[in-house]
């Protein structure tokens, strides 16, 4: 028997818009971009979870470039990593 002593927090997910225009020109509709509506970050903006209020400008920046860093931090790591033990 499993004893689980913290459940997980369900994750606040993002509220993803849906446009009906179905424009073949448009960004949502054909272009797959995601965008929330409740914390108004599109694409690289978006955190992992909703932060479940609307952000500023310099808010979605910052969250903007922590991911970037992030991504490459992630990259790095992986290079690293594939270099030590990869296969090559
Ligand atoms: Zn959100
Ligand atoms: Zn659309």
């Not at 689980?4 to 009906?20: A, G």
């Not at 509506?37 to 470039?65: D, F, I, Q, S, W």
């Not at 991504?71 to 030590?84: F, I, N, R, S, V």
């Amino acid at each position: 028997m499993n004893i689980i002593l913290f459940p997980p927090q369900p994750k606040l997910e993002h509220t993803y818009f849906v446009c009906k225009c179905n424009s073949p020109t448009c960004g949502f509709c054909e272009g797959g971009l995601s965008y929330c509506t409740v914390c108004c970050a599109g694409e690289g903006e978006l955190l992992e979870e909703c932060p479940g209020r609307k952000l500023t400008e310099e808010e979605n920046k910052a969250n903007y470039e922590a991911m970037q860093q992030r991504w490459k931090d992630d990259l790095e790591q992986y290079q690293k990593e594939k270099y030590l033990y990869g296969t090559h």
